[in-house]
Nanobody, 125 residues
């Protein structure tokens, strides 16, 4: 049974940084994809970034490009999201996901079948 546990969220002021972690257990993420999404209150879940754990290739949404960096530590079965220059609009619950569904648009939530419980990020102005 796959378990994903996010951590590293919190409250920061605009311009600050946070590093989110997603630790996987019950599943070896080698040669799969891991992704980060976020969901602001009252809005749909938004894809941010994906990493292919085998080769390390990455893909970013426009909203994440240049400020967010996805990375991995396969030895720890963990994926990270480094977030810099945070803005109030980045306030959301952040989720990691894995177990890619290859028949679905890879930049959407249905493309992943296992999810963590989320970690809250709040950015104040």
């Amino acid at each position: 049974q796959v378990q994903l546990v996010e951590s590293g969220g919190g409250s920061v002021q605009a311009g600050g940084s946070l590093r989110l972690s997603c630790a996987a257990s019950g599943y070896t993420v080698n040669n799969d994809y891991m992704a980060w999404f976020r969901q602001p209150p009252g809005r749909e879940r938004e894809w941010l970034a994906t990493i292919h754990t085998e080769g390390g290739s990455t893909d970013y949404a426009a909203s994440a490009m240049g400020r967010f960096t996805i990375s991995q530590d396969n030895a720890k079965n963990t994926v990270y999201l480094q977030m810099n220059n945070l803005k109030p609009d980045d306030t959301a619950m952040y989720y990691c996901a894995t177990r890619r569904n290859f028949f679905v648009n890879p930049r959407t939530a249905p493309a992943f079948r296992s999810w963590g419980q989320g970690t809250q990020v709040t950015v104040s102005s």
